[in-house]
């Protein structure tokens, strides 16, 4: 069985899986892997914006760039006006191209739905490493986007594993990003936590995939 792994950080990655790489990285792609392009928010303040919107304009082309990500919004980290901007610019390029985005938002799901309330967007949404509780999850679910969950399913300590639990398999994916874990790990845990078989959860998201892709 092939599991989709929707975002992970891993360029030697032979799963069915979207590689994330950062604008610097772009040198990497290979022509047989999935990727997703994007300035991550911690960068915003160190990096030449221009030069690295310009890199991702030309990659977000690229047949098997998949998606702009992961961009997105992270109050822990500094510059948040910045990084909105930077967010918005990198949406801008999403839209042009047609293709999914794939965010990282950390306590900051309020700007998150003021800006889903006023792009109106018709691309695909899909937020990665979903941190947030059930009545967010319902308002991001109102726009159609997408909940990814990767290792926070095995903390129990979480609120994560109940969230996951009560979301509409219609909405999820399924990923490792930077943990030192496999994507079968994470949909056998997933499969469990849902009740279903893995063979279940996987055509599921696998549909998703299509209607996103
Ligand atoms: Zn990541």
Redesign the pocket.
């Known amino acids: 069985m092939q599991f989709i792994n929707i975002?992970n950080?891993n360029k030697q990655c032979t799963n069915l899986a979207l590689i994330?790489l950062f604008p610097e990285d772009v040198a990497a792609i290979e022509e047989t892997k999935f990727y997703s392009v994007g300035i991550h928010p911690w960068e915003v303040s160190k990096i030449d914006i221009d030069e690295q919107i310009n890199t991702i304009k030309k990659a977000a082309s690229l047949k098997n760039v998949l998606a702009i990500g992961?961009i997105g919004l992270d109050k822990l980290h500094s510059n948040f006006d910045l990084q909105k901007d930077v967010f918005l610019k990198q949406i801008n390029i999403a839209k042009e191209v047609e293709k999914p985005i794939i965010i990282?938002c950390v306590k900051a799901f309020s700007e998150l739905l003021e800006i889903l309330k006023t792009e109106k967007l018709k691309i695909p949404v899909i937020i990665?490493r979903y941190s947030g509780n059930i009545t967010i999850a319902g308002e991001l679910l109102k726009f159609g986007c997408y909940l990814s969950f990767g290792h926070e399913l095995f903390n129990t300590k979480s609120k994560t594993p109940k969230v996951f639990k009560k979301l509409p398999l219609e909405n999820i994916f399924l990923e490792t990003?930077?943990a030192e874990i496999t994507i079968e790990a994470v949909y056998k845990k997933a499969a469990e936590i849902k009740n279903v078989t893995v063979t279940e959860i996987n055509e599921k998201i696998l549909s998703n995939f299509n209607i996103c892709f």
């Open positions: 975002h950080h994330n992961e990282h990665h990003d930077d």
